[in-house]
């Protein structure tokens, strides 16, 4: 068996595997999810520890559970490798750039300098010899200049193409950060906000505040109304989560129907206010939906949001945990409410 056919097999093993496992766990066959379970197939270690955990300990594989899986392990795999591309790319096109300018001139130069110097040999009359020298010089001069500027229209078409491509490199990795469905950052870019976030705070000393929200009761509205009236919602909710904030914060979907919000130089009483300028105007929007052609309300549309402030020194991780913890308390409060670590 040839080195092909041997990875030509593998590949149908592990896609096999893959529609089984799918099956098992009953996992509904869509792109990502297919993309996540043909990871744990291949034997993605951090993924495999994720997913042997969850079916260890009988916790159901949802949709939401699958969203995350996505995020977290299949969705920036590829991030590294095209920052890399980028910046080789780049540099590529910088020193190519460079070099079209730096040959063009020199070439130029040289030719109106033997140009010059033809001209005044040929208007000797010391001999004929030294005219047609003269004129043969020139001759070449205009045909290395030629040929400088069609090698150099090369170049530079060469350098378009680059840049193009440069371009296109840079919208696939913004694809990677993004949310598709509501166009919010994701949770991998939410990760690196906060760590940069932080970074600053730590040397600025000042506050930084997170929110955490999730859509209450959003289940039913999907088993209610249908996956694309879920998806509308979140859409309006990402829009007015959008509408409250300003030029450094940062609005990501942490995943499912869960939102963060990184508010810097905000503090935590400003930051309540936000949460309930969120709160509120979700709870006034009266959404409807055609049905056996007639409008019909979803219902009133509600959210329960946790607030905490940065405390220096901490990390990431913790103060997401304090603010699930205030997201828990509205939760379980009885929704539709906003909770702050001052409150528990």
């Known amino acids: 068996m ?10 149908n093993e592990i896609f096999r595997l893959t529609i089984s496992l799918m099956g098992k766990h009953g996992v509904t066959p869509t792109p990502n999810n297919y993309k996540v379970w043909y990871e744990y197939a291949s034997g993605n270690p951090r993924l495999c520890e994720v997913i042997n955990g969850m079916i260890e300990n009988g916790r159901p594989i949802t949709k939401t559970v699958n969203d995350r899986l996505y995020t977290d392990y299949v969705e920036s795999i590829n991030l590294p490798f095209y920052q890399k591309l980028e910046e080789g790319i ?13 040959t063009g001139k020199e070439v130029t130069e040289r030719g109106k300098k033997i140009a010059t110097i033809s001209k005044q040999v040929s208007s000797s009359d010391n001999n004929e010899k030294i005219r ?11 045909a290395i200049v030629e040929s400088s500027e069609q090698f150099k229209t090369r170049l530079e078409n060469t350098s378009e193409e680059v840049a193009a491509l440069k371009k296109e490199l ?3 990795k913004e694809k990677a950060v993004t949310d598709p469905l509501t166009g919010l950052a994701n949770r ?5 906000e906060l760590k940069d976030k932080i970074k600053q705070v730590s040397e600025t000393n000042q506050s930084l505040c997170l929110l955490m929200a999730d859509i209450d009761h959003f289940k039913k509205i999907n088993d209610t109304h249908g996956h694309l009236v879920g998806d509308r919602v ?20 942490y995943g499912g129907e869960e939102f963060v919000l990184l508010l810097p130089d905000t503090p935590l009483v400003g930051a309540m206010i936000v949460a309930e300028k969120i709160r509120t105007n979700l709870e006034s929007l009266q959404l409807q939906v055609k049905k056996n052609q007639a409008k019909e309300s979803i219902g009133k549309i509600t959210i329960s949001i946790g607030v905490a402030k940065y405390i220096p020194n901490e990390s990431m991780e913790d103060l997401i945990a304090r603010a699930d913890k205030c997201l828990y308390h509205s939760k ?9 670590e001052n409150m528990l």
């Open 90 to 102: 780049g540099r590529i096109l910088s020193e190519m750039v460079d070099g079209i300018t730096a």
């Open 234 to 253: 979140l859409t309006i909710t990402s829009t007015m989560m959008k509408e409250q904030v300003k030029g450094k914060d940062v609005v990501a979907r």
């Open 332 to 340: 379980n409060n009885g929704r539709n409410q906003v909770t702050s």
């Open 170 to 172: 840079a919208t696939v």
């Open 132 to 142: 047609n020298f003269a004129s043969s010089i020139l001759s070449e001069t205009k």
């Open 2 to 11: 040839t080195e092909k056919e041997d990875n030509a097999q593998k590949v």
């Open 188 to 192: 991998r870019a939410l990760e690196n």
